[in-house]
C-alpha cells in the first residue's frame, strides 16, 4: 500500500478503491474480438456492432437514452403522410479526409437494403420505394407504405455507412491504435464551433474496445481494469454471483423483445398446433426466471403491449388455468397422442447458447418436459434441433417484428397473415392486419415465450452518462459528459 493510500485510509476508507477518472475509458463487449464486418453478408456480434457505429454513422444514431439524433444527417422532415423522409446532409469526412457526397451515400443505403443482402435489418425495410439525391446536401427517402418506426431502423449500426475500400466511416471515432483490442479517438468535427479544443489531447476521451467472453470481462471489472462491460444477458448473469462487484455497479436494461422457444421442427408430435401448446403450457415460467435472475419478467404472450397493433395482445387459453391445471392438461395430451399415434416415447431437441445462465433454463424446461412424458435433449444453439432459443432486443417498435422473428416456421395462414400485414398501404389496415397476424400465430402456436429479454451492463462511476434503455444499447461516444 503507497503511503498516499495509506493516510487517504484515516479519512476516506473507500477512497483506495475508486477508479480514477483518468486515461482511455476501456470497455469490454461480451462477443469475439471487434471487427468493421459487414452487416450485408449477415449479422454481427456485439463487440462488431459497437466498432461500427463508433466508426461509422448513419444518417441518424441512438443517444445514450436510445433516443434518435443526428449523424450524416443534420436535420430532417417527414411529409406526405409518413411516405416520404428528407434528410439535409452536414459536412463530413471518411477516415482517410475525403469528402462524403450524397451520391456515396445513396449507393450504400441501396446496396444494404435490397432484398438479396444477408442484411437482417433488410426484411423490415421492403417499404423503401426509392432513394434520390435532391441536391448535393440533401437526399429523400420514399416509401410505397408508411413507416413511423423508419428512423428507428436507420439508427442501427447494420445501417452505418462504412466504406470498405479504403476502410472507414465517418467517426464519430477513429481507430487510432489498431489491433484485437483498437483505441479509439474521437474525430475532429468539422460542424462544431470549438475547433481549437478538438484538437487538444485528452485520453480521457479515448475508448479502448476488448471483446471477450463474459467470464473474463467480469473478471477485468472486477479487478478495476475496465469501466464498462456491456452486453451482459441471461446466460450470463449467473456469473456474477462469483465477483466481488458492487451491486450499484450493476445495471438491467429495460429492454423489450424476444425471449422464448421456436417451433423448428413440425414432424411428428409437434405437427399439431395443441401438441405445441402443450408444451408451452407445461413450462412454469415464474420459476424459470427466478432461478435465474431476480425480478426477471416471465412472458406468456408473443406481445407485451399492442404497439402497432388494431387489437390487445393475443393470449393462448391456458393462461386461465393454474400451474397444477395446465401440466395436468399437457401430460394428458401427451399420452392422448402417443396412444392414438402408437408411438414410443418423444423426444425433443431443445438448442441453446452456452452458460450456466442456459444451463439453468434446460433444468428448468427438461423437468418440465419430463413431467409430461417427453424426453429432452440439449444441443448446441446452431444445431438441428426441434425447440430453438430465440433472443432478441426489438430494433423499432412495431408488432409486426415480433411476430415475423417468432414465425421461424409457421402455418401457411400465418405467414399469409404477416405478408398481408407488411403489404398494407395504410397504417390502419396495417394496425388491423398486425391484429389479425397476431390472432393467426396465436392459434398456429410456432412460438412459446418465456420472458423479455435480459440484458445487464457492469458500469463505473466515471461513466456518467450511460443510461439505461429499451434498445439496451449504449454508444461509446455517449458515455462520459465530456465525450462528443
Known sequence: MTLACAAALLFAPAACNRRRDSGAVVVSAIGGAPAAADARRGPIDLPSRLLIDSTAQGLVRFDAAGQIEPGLAERWIVIDDGMSYIFRLREATWSDGGRITADQIVAMLKRQIVPASRNPLAPFLSAVDEIVVMTPQVIEVRLSRPRPDLLKLFAQPELALLRLRPPGGSGPFRIAQPGAAPLLRPVYDLNRADPEDQ?????????????????????????????????????????????????????????????????????????????????????????????????????????????????????????????????????????????????????????????????????????????????????????????????????????????????????????????????????????????????????DVPFIPLARPLRWSLVATRLQQWQPNSRAWHPLNRLRPDTK
Open 199 to 443: 484538437l487538444e489531447m485528452q485520453p480521457e476521451r479515448d475508448v479502448r474496445l476488448i471483446g471477450e467472453r463474459a467470464a473474463r470481462a467480469i473478471a477485468r471489472f472486477a479487478h478495476r481494469d475496465s469501466d464498462l462491460v456491456s452486453g451482459g444477458s441471461f446466460a450470463d448473469w449467473p456469473l456474477l454471483a462469483t465477483a466481488d462487484i458492487a451491486p450499484a455497479a450493476i445495471r438491467v436494461d429495460p429492454a423489450v423483445g424476444l425471449f422464448g422457444l421456436a417451433i423448428v421442427s413440425r414432424t411428428g408430435f409437434l405437427a399439431e398446433a395443441a401438441n405445441r401448446a402443450a408444451i408451452s403450457q407445461a413450462i412454469d415460467r415464474s420459476a424459470l426466471t427466478a432461478a435465474i435472475a431476480p425480478n426477471w419478467e416471465a412472458a406468456d404472450r408473443i406481445l407485451a403491449e399492442p404497439l402497432d397493433s388494431a387489437g390487445l395482445p393475443q393470449v393462448p387459453s391456458w393462461t386461465l388455468l393454474n400451474q397444477d391445471e395446465r401440466r395436468a392438461g399437457a401430460r394428458l395430451r401427451v399420452a392422448t397422442w402417443r396412444e392414438q399415434a402408437q408411438s414410443g416415447p418423444i423426444a425433443m431437441r431443445i438448442a441453446l447458447p452456452a452458460g450456466s445462465g442456459a444451463t439453468i433454463l434446460y433444468a428448468h424446461v427438461a423437468a418440465a418436459l419430463l413431467r409430461i412424458g417427453i424426453l429432452p435433449e440439449r444441443v448446441a444453439i446452431d444445431a438441428p434441433a426441434d425447440l430453438r432459443l430465440i433472443d432478441l432486443v426489438a430494433p423499432y417498435d412495431s408488432a409486426r417484428w415480433y411476430l415475423a422473428n417468432a414465425c421461424i416456421v409457421c402455418s401457411a395462414q400465418a405467414q399469409a397473415a404477416l405478408d398481408a400485414a407488411r403489404a398494407a398501404p395504410t397504417l390502419a389496415e396495417r394496425s388491423q392486419r398486425i391484429a389479425a397476424a397476431d390472432a393467426a400465430l396465436n392459434e
